[in-house]
């Protein structure tokens, strides 16, 4: 369990505790039950992380809502986007392994996080991992409810696919930006879970390597 479990619901089970020790002990249940579902909000399970080459693993437990082709940074690419509702697990895992090369923070709006114009409006944190000569970008994005983005390593830092590297607390959506030659393996509608569902496959460098010479071959032979 993410231990700021027990500090959202210590204070109520204290106050419960209080409550049925000062007038009766049915009331004292009032203050418990919401303690009890932030302890099991808050859970964080272990997981068996895919070992595949080249895997890209989800960094949420969710639904995946939109599965679209981007322009990012001046580059085509892939965004997959989960939304978490309350009932997700909601510890964010990497979703390759390499290193961190950017955390960017912005401030911004608490719009619903299946809203189109989330992804770019409401709150959110944009990491850069870099792993084998590739490069993954997700973001944690603020929903509705959530009004805290927890994000543990630094700019440096190495990191390995699954590795817990934060939270967003209450609904929110995380987003995943892959190269536009990515193997997708979800679609729209799927349900995903953190450090253990494969989103994608990426192109190794003799695959790119190969396919660049079939497309100068098929050009030669035009």
């Not at 909000?41 to 890209?56: L, N």
């Not at 830092?157 to 193997?183: H, M, T, Y």
């Amino acid at each position: 369990m993410v231990r700021d479990g027990y500090y959202y619901a210590g204070p109520l089970i204290a106050a419960g505790l209080l409550v049925g020790w000062l007038t009766r002990p049915a009331w004292g249940i009032l203050p418990v039950v919401p303690a009890l579902f932030l302890l099991w909000f808050f859970r964080d399970p272990e997981r068996d992380i895919p070992k595949q080459e080249g895997a890209v693993v989800s960094p949420a437990d969710g639904k995946i809502t939109d599965v679209v082709p981007v322009l990012s940074d001046n580059q085509r690419r892939i965004r997959i986007s989960i939304f978490l509702s309350v009932f997700d697990v909601h510890v964010n895992r990497s979703p390759i392994a390499g290193t961190i090369r950017d955390v960017r923070y912005q401030r911004g709006k608490f719009l619903d996080a299946r809203s189109e114009l989330c992804a770019e409006q409401n709150e959110q944190n944009m990491v850069t991992v870099d792993g084998g000569g590739k490069t993954v970008v997700f973001k944690q994005i603020a929903g509705l409810l959530a009004r805290r983005i927890v994000f543990h390593p630094r700019i440096g830092d190495r990191v390995e696919r699954g590795q817990r590297i934060g939270l967003i607390k209450f609904g929110s959506r995380v987003d995943v930006l892959l190269d536009s030659n990515a193997s997708l393996q979800v679609k729209a509608g799927d349900r995903v879970r953190g450090g253990a569902s494969i989103l994608a496959f990426l192109a190794q460098a003799g695959e790119l390597a190969a396919a660049g010479r079939d497309s100068s071959a098929e050009g030669a032979r035009g």
